[in-house]
Each structure stands twice: as C-alpha cells, then as structure tokens.
C-alpha cells in the first residue's frame, strides 16, 4: 500500500509564505510597477513631444556609455578579489581616487609645462601611466599591510576592516592634499568639443574614455586568459589549496590580483578626472560603491561580466533618472541618480544575488 | 500506523542522482538502521527527509503529516530531531547552553516575556534548564560536573557526538536520525553508546533511525537494516538477512571479514 | 594571528630555548613602514594641529604623543619573533633593543624627508598644503636638520627602545606599566572634567595642584600618579591578562556586578549635577551615539548581521520626531508632545526595522552589509530631495522642534544637564532590554544563529523570525536616540545622517567589544567622549578634522590586533581565539591536565 492510495493525509502548504515573503513580493511588484508606468510616461511625453528631445537622450546614453565603461574598470577589481579571497574590498574606491588625485597633479605640471597643449596624446599616456602606478602601489599596499594576516579570518573580518582602510585612505587624503575640489585641466583644442562618429557628433572626451576603458579592458582579457600570472589567478579563484600543490605561489597571485585590479582602478580615476573634472577625498566613494554593484550585476567573479555590468549600470544611471522617474513626473530626478544606482544595488543583491551572467567564486566562498 | 512513511523520495544535485525514489517507514517504538557504501545517499535521505533539502519529489508522511518541502526548524518542531556525521555543534556556546538551545521550539516567551521577566519566562526558563540537565545526565558522568559549563570546542571527539545526541533529545522528538554516531570513536566508547541508543527507546521510547558503519553496531541495535547503493534501495530486512545477502555483499560488504566496511 | 610568544611559560618539555639572530633586516623594513606613517603624521598637518595641547604640562604635548605612538609601535613591531618550528625564541638586548633602534632611526628619517621636502626649491605646497613654514620652524627651529635630533628623534627613539625592550620584562611587569600609562594618559586628557568635578565639591585647590585649567596635569602628580598605577596593577595582576580574559565570566559573583552595577547608578545620577555645560553636553552625545551603538549591538554582537545601515533607523527616529513635534513641519505638522510621539516614532522605526530586515536577512553576510548600506543611503538622499521636499524640508531640513516638557521644565540643548539626565534614563532602558534579552531564550537562539545558521535551523529555531527580531529591537533602541537627538538639536537635515556615522558607531561597539554591553559603553564613552562624534567634538577638541582618521586607523588596528575589543564577552573571545583557547582548555582551573578521551572518568565529575 503506497501513501497515495492512503486516506489523504492532512497535507501541509508545500511552499509556506511568511511575511518575509510578502515584503518581497511587495518590493517585486513595486519595482516593476514603477519601472513600468516610468516608461509608459516616458513614451508618452516623448511621442506627445513634450519632455526631453532625440538628441537629448542620446546625448544621455552616450554619457552613460562613458561611464559605465569607468565602472566597468572599477568594478575589475572588486570582482576579481571577491574572486580570490572571497570578501568585499570597501577601500577599492579609495584605491581608484588617489590615482585620481595623483593623477591631477601630473596633468596639473603638464599643463604648466605645455605638454597638455602640444601633445594631448603623450600628455594622456603620461597621466595614465602615472595614475595607474600610484593606484598599482596603492592596492599593493594595503593588501599586505591590511589584509594577508587575516586570509583565515571569518569573511566579515576583512570586509570591516576595508572599511577602516577606506576611512583612513580618505582623510589621509583630506589632511595630505587638503579638502578643495582640484579640477582636471579640460582637453585642449578640438578635443574640448565633439567629433562626428557615423554621422552622430559625440563629445570627444567621452569617445577617448570608452576607446581607453576599451583597451584596458582588451589588455586585462588578454593578460587573465593568455599569460601563466592570469591562468595562477584563476587558478587560485577556484581552490587555493589546490592551486598551491600545483606548484602556484599563492602569495605572489594574490599580490597580482590586487596589483592588476589596481591598475584598472588607476585607469578608471585618470578616465573620472577627464569626464567629471572635479576630484576630493571623497569622490572614491560612490564610484567605488557603484563599480561594486557593477561586479554584482555581471555577477562576482566574472571578468567579462564586470565589464557588461558597469556599462549596463552607467546606461541605466544616465538614462534611468529621465526614463523612469521622470515619466512618474518626479521634479529634479537629477538628484535622484544616486537612488537610482543604490536601488540598482539593492534590487540585484536582493533578488539575484548571481548576476546576470553568473558568479565565479572559489568552492569555500559559496556560503 | 507508521510514524514515517516515505513514498518514492527523489533528490538530485546537479547533475547527480543522490535519491531516487526511496521508500521507508518505520513505526513507533523501532530501531532501524540504514547502512551502505560511501555515496549511496544515505546523509541525502537524513538531509531531505529532515527539511535541509527539499524533495524534488515524494511525500513525506510523518505523524500522518505530509511534511515534504517544510523547513527544518518545523519540521524539528513536529518531532523529527536529528544529528549530523560531520558534529555540528555551537562551539562557542557551553555545553549545557548548546543543550538549551536544543530546547527552542519546546518553548514559547519571547521578547516581551523576556524583558518584563513575565512568570511564564521565568517558569520556561527554569524548566529548560532542568531539562537540559536531565537530558545530559543520560550520558552519566561523561557530560556533567564542571563540562557543563566548558564551551563546546574544547570537548573531545566522542564528547562533540555525545552533546549532539543529548541537543537533538533536547528536542523533544518522537524520531531520532542519528548520522554514524560511533565514528571516531574507540571500541570501548562505541559500546558504549551502542548500549546508550538501546537506551533510547528502552528508557526514552524513542524511535530511532541511524546510518552506521561499524557492523557491530548495526547488528546490536537494530530490528531492522536498509540498505541503499545508488540512491536506491537494495533490500531490507533483519541484519542476518541482510549480512547473507548477496547483492549486498555484492554492493557493500565485498570484504565481509572487515567489519568497519567503507568508513 | 597571535603574534606574541611566551617565553614565560618555560615548560620542563620545552623544545630548544634559543635566542633569535639579529635581524637588521625587519629593522629596516618596519622603519620604513614608520617613517610613511611620520611622514603622514608630519604632512597632513595633524603633528603641528597637536602641538599646543599639553597633556602633561611642558613635558609632553598630543603632537609628542603621536611621535611615541608611533616609535612605540615600530619599535615593538621590529622586535616581533617571528615563530620558527620548533624553537621558543628567548629576547635578547642585541635581538629586541638594538633591531628597534635602527627600526627608530630609519622612522626618524622620514623627518628628514619632510625637512628637506619644505626647503625644495619647488612648490610643493600647491599640493600639500600642510609643508608650510610654521611646520619647518616646529620641527627644526631656525637650525638646519640637526634640529631634528631632538624634536622628531628623540622621542621616537626613545619609544622604540621601549617597545623593543618591554618583551625582555615579564609580562606583568609589562602590563602594570601600560597600566600605569593609560592611567596618567587618562587624568592628563580629562583635565576639564575633573576642573568641574573638583570646584564643585569645593577641592578647586586640589584641581589647581594636579592639573592646569585648559591644559593637561602637572609633571609631579603625573609621575606620583603613573608610580601608583602602575604599582597597583603590578600588585593586583597576579593572573595574566588572557587568563583573566577567559575566567572573567566565572570570576565575577553576583554580589560583584550588584556592587558595580550601583556604583554606575549611582554615579551616572549624581555626577551630571557636578558637570558643567561643556562635559554635559560631551555626555549627552555619548549617551545618543551609545543608544545607536546598543540598537547596533543587537543586530551585529548578539545576532552576527554586520548591519552598515543603523543610521537609517536613527534618522527615522530623528525625522519622525521632527515631523510630528515641530509646529513649522513644511506639510504634516501635528505639533505634538514629544512623549506623544515618541511611541509612535519607535513604531515607525519598528516597521523601518521590519521593512529593511526583511529583504536582507536572507542574504549572506557581506552582501547584507552592503545592503542595508544602501538602503542607509536610499532614505538619506531621499530625506535630502526635492522630490519629498514638501514633506522633509529637503537639504534645509526641520527646524524649531521643541523640547521634552516633562512637567516643571522642558529639556532640550540648552540644558545639558537635564538633557543628560534623560538620555540617561534611556540608555538604562536600552541596557536592560539588551540584557534581558542576552540572557533569554531569544538571545540563546540568536547565539545560536551567530554561530551556525543552517544547524540552528535544523534545532528548531525560526531563523527568520529570530533575525527579523534583532532588527526591529536594533531599530527601537537607536530611534529613542534619534528621538532624544531631535528634541537636543532642534533642527533634523538629511546630513546629520550620512554613512559616516554608521561607521562610526561600528568602531565604537567593535571597539568596546561586539555582544558585550559594558563593552560597548566604554568603546561610546571613550571614543565618542574623547575622539567626538561624527559632528561633535570631544574632550580633546585638537582631534578635530583628525579623528576620522583616527576612528580608521582604530577600527584597522582592532581587526588586526584584537578583534574580541577592549572589553570583550568570553564567548567572543573564545570565537576569536579559538585555537589557543581550546589549548588552554585541556587544563583545569589549577593547571592540571583534562583527559577528556581517558577511559575511565578521572574521578573529577
């Protein structure tokens, strides 16, 4: 005799729905509510030719574009240490503004000496090189002064203590180079304004970032997949113990992983103090926290996802504010970008913790 | 009527079939043991059977409940305790403290009885603590005296078994899932609790199921053996027909003059 | 971790007692960590800030102190022993002393640097504006770099000799001396406590012989005192510090916690009336940030969830209060009393608690960290839009909220002392409420949880129910200290509410010592006391712009050093060190060996 043909037992909900569940669901239907009549205001004032105009827009996503392709270098770097060591980085944004601030001042003597006008293209490579090595050293740094003692540590131990290695990275800064905004001389020449690409005029300045984060980006695929130090990196990713029996010194990968994370941060702060100018302190911040939610979106671990995640989080920062808020009729949704990337955060984490694309986390790191 | 009735439980992980389509009960009042090679799914049948995993498929009737797919700590409220073959205890907590937890789901204050010291937290409180001590003195001195208050960290191998057992009692359940409670243990301390889970149900009227690898055991304790390979089960009966079997020595024994099998 | 030896212990079957080569080599490389860290000390201005505050009146001064923090540190850095396999390193003079020397010297160069950096013949100054000519005359005088011998050098190496050297002292010796150090250090910092405290009872005399007014104590009862200190320290420290630290819950009686407990009492009411404006109002932010930190406490010490968002359930406490006092409330002013809103504000902040918990508990722990993060910053800009500007006040906030009537007065900021007294009776609120629950059976299954999740679960325990709880009881104490922060303030803008204070109240309950409400009571009264709130200046108002910096530095430290905190509960101690307490373990309380796997019972139970 099977349970089957039993008299039916008192049979108990299969999936219980406890309150938890209802706040999810709540926050579910809310985000898609919201999203959704966002859009369908947006249309409609769009063909009702009201609110912004085409040009408007496009000149939105272009700007998204170029710094989505800065979160996406940022967001390298988060992901790949999450990879290897399994904890958050909080001081990653601290890594990528002082190779903004330094970088200021490379570009400040440049202008000085006039290479900035005679020869942009060295100029930037200059700036650049010099970000990158002081973001490079930086990362470098704080791994073994901070963080190689606490490898066995519970995972919340290092998170916390990136977070006061952030904190102190800040105000060292603030009390170093003093608390004004230093402003990123402008692009000299035709480069101040706009090429046309296809028939489209886009600001050149933003063309240079997406061409140099695409390069980066290019450089950073080749050196994990083709080069030993990348194959030790994934290697280590996946199982530490193991990556050691096989002959793979730890230690030094995880110097690499820090160090190459570094360098696209320091890319990333010379490519901000192009696009946004002004840099302080602080600005490592929101980036930072914005690059991470980048990681999460492509999902933790994956090296092409990062980069897919931060441009798809700087389209949806540019246009989303407009798009969806301002189709609810929200005065000054400018203000509101930062909810926008917050929410992003929040969602994601929430509700696909994974990513887009899938995480690629070492087996002792899947919690 | 059975205390436990499951009906073709099935569970895969990824791509490996750890169940598939299980059957068992037991009644009231028996001691069954469930044997095996190494991957045979029997830690997957304690994981699904007590709520760690959901069932992909099956029904899981326990005191006439189908309690497939509920979550653990329900189910450990309905009356199914169990104890884990890789000790899982609170090491930080004291002995007696890891005991009282045991004792949750058995009690009712909360916050509000907690900060107003209501007579019902006080009474609860009280109660579990003698309960908690009750339960340990099932192990005689082994878990008494100045252990009580020892972390749990400290205690040695047998001890760590010995505390996981008296928290799943502290439970109050009516089936006990005991994973290779022996393991790691020297013969003496095996006999020792070989005589303790004949304890259970003669003194405690406990129902019991354990996975057991040290045959010895497994012939002293049990009415009944199962036996599983591939997820499935092979046959089950007593333990003398079980040891003669052929598919099971085919599947397990291989080597009958080695007593502690695969472990 | 652990990265002390104990030659101390000299056990009979000891492996080989040997003295460790010298090596120049750690000199050089922790002196050069030291110089970056005196350089940064020197260039961000934070040494010449700390000069004009004397703590011990024309001997040290706070820019001095951080010199021999700083050649303390290096100095007993360089003497570390690393562990080598089968050795017990023995100190020596030439190993300890003379390796911290060089380790000092090579830090004092970093001076040199700074020296020879302001006298370039480039403007450095542009980008560090701190190289200033007030620094060079600081540090050398109108001499050349020669002048650097005594202002940077000399204490630096001074302190690293004594770094270096304390491992050649016993460990009791050595901790009477620290001791004796935080003692002075301590009275030397609370000059203007004592000032109020003193004239009050009529000792002003006794003031004016120790300290000096609006400065730091005397040389002579700084040398009497430090002697006492650390004679009774020596005295009474018979059991090393990390014994104490393990036996500590069952050392205590309850007859010793009544004792404390109403000697605090009776401290925490009697004493305000003795302060003055200045220290009262120091320790009415105490008592708000310490509400925050118990809230925090809950949710991070007793539940484990690393919550980066417990400003959120402050500020809505804060902005409830705001909206239903203030009569100039921009949309929704119902002017109530303060008494009648408060049990409506900590219904809000429950819900806030439940309606943020929620989403998150199901997450693991890093990534909830980062959520509540964001959900802190989501109501922050949302509070400072002008989208709910009509509801908020926006970034000019809400002004004109009244005061707490309670009867014959009304308090507010004006009155700190009354201020105090109710923040007082808050934070004994909040203290029980942690306690009773510490010690009940949702504490137990929150310890429970902390440290297993999935096996709590299979114990039982309603793992979401349990850690929802911790959160709206983390929510309800932090709003009563939004609620008493608007009355105290009077106005509520979305900045007083930033990530950075989030961060600061998780040093603050790290600091003390995460799960322990003593803990977390010194951590608030030290950090926030001395060091200042986020916006509030301290006892030692020189911190100034320096002290998140500092809460950095501390917050690193702790992770590194000692992660159980200053004030630590056994239970988190033994987290922490679990291998070295579970080694201790095998011996009972009279050092005789526990053989738990012993055949036969050794006759102990």
């Known amino acids: 005799m099977t349970a089957t043909s039993a008299a039916p037992a008192r049979r108990s909900r299969q999936r219980r729905f406890t309150a938890v569940d209802v706040i999810l669901w709540a926050i579910r239907i809310g985000a898609v509510l919201i999203i959704g009549f966002g859009l369908f205001g947006s249309v409609g004032n769009f063909l009702a030719g009201q609110g912004p105009s085409a040009t408007a827009w496009r000149d939105l996503v272009v700007a998204g574009l170029a710094q989505g392709a800065m979160y996406g270098l940022i967001a390298l770097g988060y992901s790949m240490v999450y990879g290897v060591l399994g904890f958050i980085n909080f001081a990653h944004g601290e890594v990528f503004m002082a190779g903004s601030l330094i970088g200021f001042f490379a570009a400040d003597a440049m202008v000085r000496g006039g290479l900035w006008e005679r020869n942009i293209l060295l100029a930037l490579a200059i700036l650049i090189a010099v970000s990158v090595t002081v973001s490079t050293l930086m990362a470098v740094v704080i791994e073994r002064v901070a963080y190689r003692r606490l490898r066995e540590a519970p995972r919340l131990i290092p998170l916390i203590t990136s977070i006061g290695v952030s904190f102190f990275i800040q105000y060292s800064f603030s009390g170093l180079f003093g608390v004004n905004v230093r402003s990123y001389p402008a692009l000299p020449g035709a480069l101040g304004g706009r090429v046309s690409i296809l028939g489209v005029p886009i600001e050149a300045t933003k063309l240079i970032v997406i061409v140099v984060a695409i390069i980066a980006m290019i450089g950073l695929f080749y050196f994990v997949n083709r080069t030993r130090t990348g194959r030790a990196i994934r290697a280590v990713a996946e199982d530490k113990e193991i990556a050691a029996l096989m002959g793979i010194d730890v230690d030094r990968t995880i110097v690499m992983t820090f160090a190459v994370g570094g360098a696209m941060a320091g890319v990333a702060g010379a490519l901000y103090g192009l696009l946004f100018r002004g840099i302080v302190f602080y600005t490592g911040f929101l980036p930072g926290i914005k690059a991470f939610t980048s990681a999460v979106l492509g999902g933790i671990g994956n090296i092409p996802g990062a980069m897919a995640g931060g441009v798809l989080l700087g389209l949806f920062e540019g246009v989303g504010p407009l798009l969806i808020l301002g189709g609810l009729g929200i005065p000054s949704v400018t203000q509101l970008k930062d909810v926008v990337a917050f929410s992003a955060l929040v969602l994601m984490l929430i509700f696909r913790p994974s990513g887009l694309f899938g995480e690629r986390i070492g087996s002792e790191d899947r919690a | 009527m059975a205390l436990l009735e499951i009906v073709g439980l099935k569970k895969s992980f990824g791509g490996l079939n750890a169940l598939q389509g299980v059957d068992f009960r037991i009644d009231r009042g028996e001691i069954v043991s469930i044997i095996g090679p190494n991957g045979a799914g029997k830690t997957s049948f304690f994981n699904v059977t007590s709520g760690i995993f959901p069932p992909d498929a099956g029904t899981i009737r326990f005191k006439d409940e189908d309690i497939a797919g509920l979550p653990p700590n329900l189910i450990t409220e309905r009356g199914l305790a169990r104890t884990f073959q890789n000790v899982k205890l609170f090491p930080n907590l004291t002995v007696l403290e890891n005991v009282m937890v045991g004792q949750h789901c058995r009690r009712r204050s909360g916050a509000w009885d907690a900060i107003l010291r209501t007579p019902r937290f006080r009474r609860e409180e009280r109660e579990t603590e003698e309960r908690a001590r009750e339960v340990l003195s099932f192990f005689g001195s082994r878990l008494s005296g100045y252990r009580l208050e020892q972390p749990a960290s400290v205690l040695s191998y047998a001890n760590r078994r010995r505390l996981e057992i008296a928290r799943a009692m502290a439970t109050e359940p009516d089936l006990l899932l005991l994973d290779e409670p022996t393991a790691g243990m020297n013969p003496r301390e095996t006999a020792e609790l070989t005589e303790l889970i004949g304890k259970l149900r003669t003194e405690k009227g406990f129902t019991v199921v354990v996975i057991e690898h040290d045959m010895k055991v497994v012939a002293n304790v049990s009415d009944r053996v199962v036996v599983l390979d591939h997820g499935v089960k092979l046959i089950e009966g007593d333990y003398a027909t079980i040891s003669t079997d052929e598919t099971v020595i085919e599947a397990y024994l291989g080597r009958p003059e080695s007593k502690e099998g695969a472990a | ?605």
């Open chain 3, 1 to 605: 971790m652990a990265t002390t030896t104990t030659p101390e212990v000299a056990p009979e079957v000891a492996p080989a007692l040997e003295a460790t080569p010298f090596e120049p080599r750690r000199g050089l490389t922790v002196g050069a960590l030291g110089a970056l860290a005196l350089i940064l000390v020197l260039t961000n201005g934070m040494y010449l800030t700390f000069l004009p505050r004397e703590l011990v009146v024309g001997v040290l001064d706070l820019g001095t102190l951080a010199l021999l923090l700083i050649g303390l540190i290096v100095g007993s850095r360089a003497a570390v022993h690393l562990p080598r396999p089968g050795r017990v390193d023995i100190p020596t003079v030439p190993r300890d002393v003379v390796v911290s020397l060089l380790a000092g010297a090579v830090t004092s160069l970093g001076a040199v640097l700074v020296v020879l950096a302001i006298d370039a013949p480039w403007d450095l100054r542009s980008a560090f504006p701190n190289l200033s000519p007030q620094l060079r005359t600081a540090l050398v005088g109108e001499a050349g770099l020669g002048g650097l011998l005594t202002s940077i050098a000399a204490p630096i190496l001074l302190a690293a000799v004594l770094g270096g050297a304390s491992r050649l002292l016993g460990r009791r010796v050595r901790r009477a001396l620290v001791v004796g150090t935080e003692v002075t250090l301590g009275l030397s910092m609370i000059e203007l406590v004592a000032r109020d405290l003193l004239g009050n009872v009529g000792l002003a005399a006794l003031h004016k012989a120790m300290w000096v007014t609006n400065s730091g104590i005397r040389p002579l009862p700084a040398v009497a005192l430090f002697a006492v200190a650390t004679g009774l320290a020596f005295a009474l420290g018979r059991r090393g510090p990390r014994e104490r630290r393990f036996h500590a819950a069952e050392a205590r009686t309850t007859r010793q916690r009544t004792v404390v407990l109403v000697a605090a009492l009776a401290a925490a009411l009697i004493l305000p009336a003795f302060f003055g404006l200045i220290v009262n109002e120091l320790l009415v932010n105490v008592g708000i940030f310490l509400l925050m930190a118990l809230g925090l406490n809950v949710v991070i010490g007793y539940a484990g969830m690393l919550n980066l968002g417990s400003i959120a359930f402050f500020a809505v406490g804060a902005y409830g209060m705001a909206v239903l006092t203030s009569p100039t409330s921009p949309t929704f002013a119902p002017a109530l009393s303060w008494w009648v809103a408060l049990p409506i504000v900590v219904g809000l902040s429950a819900l806030a608690g439940l309606l943020i918990g929620a989403p998150v508990i199901g997450l693991r722990g890093d990534y909830l960290a980062i959520v509540t993060l964001g959900f802190s910053e989501i109501i922050r800009l949302l509070f400072l839009s002008d989208w709910l500007g009509p509801y908020f006040g926006a970034a000019q906030g809400i002004r004109s909220i009244p005061g707490i009537d309670v009867g014959f007065t009304t308090l507010s900021g004006i009155d700190p002392r009354g201020m105090l007294y109710i923040t007082i009776v808050f934070v004994l609120v909040a203290v029980y409420v942690s306690k009773q629950l510490q010690d009940s059976r949702v504490g137990r299954a929150w310890a429970a949880l902390r440290e297993d999740e999935s096996t709590a679960q299979a114990m039982g325990i309603d793992t979401q129910q349990s850690k929802l709880l911790a959160f709206v009881i983390g929510a309800i104490l932090a709003s009563f200290g939004g609620a008493l922060f608007a009355a105290k303030v009077g106005t509520v803008f979305p900045n007083s509410f930033a990530l950075l204070v989030s961060i600061i109240i998780l040093v603050v309950v790290i600091v003390g010592g995460m799960g322990h409400i003593p803990g977390v009571i010194v951590g608030a009264v030290v950090l926030i006391g001395i060091l200042g709130g986020p916006r509030q200046p301290g006892l030692l108002q020189e911190f100034g712009e320096y002290k998140l910096l500092i809460y950095g530095a501390v917050l690193i430290y702790m992770m590194l050093q000692r992660p159980e905190g200053l004030v630590p509960s056994v239970r988190r101690t033994r987290e922490l060190h679990a291998e070295e307490f579970s080694q201790d373990a095998w011996f009972d309380r009279k050092g005789r060996f526990i053989d738990d796997d012993a055949d036969t019972d050794d006759g102990k139970a």
